[in-house]
């Protein structure tokens, strides 16, 4: 069984950084692909950056330019350096693995930006 436990969220203030961690267990890490993702409460799911266990990344419109995502293979773990936050990028962040066709999900992470 896949587990991911998420840490690092939190609430700053506009234009300010966080940076969210994922540790993974259960599965081949470098054979996982690993994503992050955010919600807000009424819309969907959106993609925030994701990254193959080769480390090609892939970054969702918004925060392009803003977010790097980056992984661990030795220590399991994949984060997420969030620069320039905006009153926007608040949501929950959850972190995504995906391994043999199957998706795996932390219990996510608040972020608030707010002055």
């Known amino acids: 069984q896949v587990q991911l436990v998420e840490s690092g969220g939190g609430l700053v203030q506009p234009g300010g950084s966080l940076r969210l961690s994922c540790a993974a267990s259960?599965?081949?890490?470098?054979?996982?692909?690993m994503g992050w993702y955010r919600q807000v409460p009424g819309n969907q799911r959106e993609l925030v950056a994701t990254?193959?266990?080769?480390?090609?990344?892939k970054y969702g419109d918004a925060v392009l330019g803003r977010f790097t995502i980056s992984r661990d293979n030795a220590k399991k773990v994949v984060e997420l350096q969030m620069n320039n936050l905006q009153p926007e990028d608040t949501a929950v962040y959850s972190c995504?693995?995906?391994?043999?066709?199957?998706?795996?999900w932390g219990q996510g992470t608040q972020v608030t930006v707010s002055s």
């Open positions: 259960g599965t081949i890490f470098r054979l996982t692909a």
């Open positions: 990254i193959t266990g080769g480390g090609t990344t």
């Open positions: 995504n693995a995906r391994f043999a066709s199957a998706d795996f």
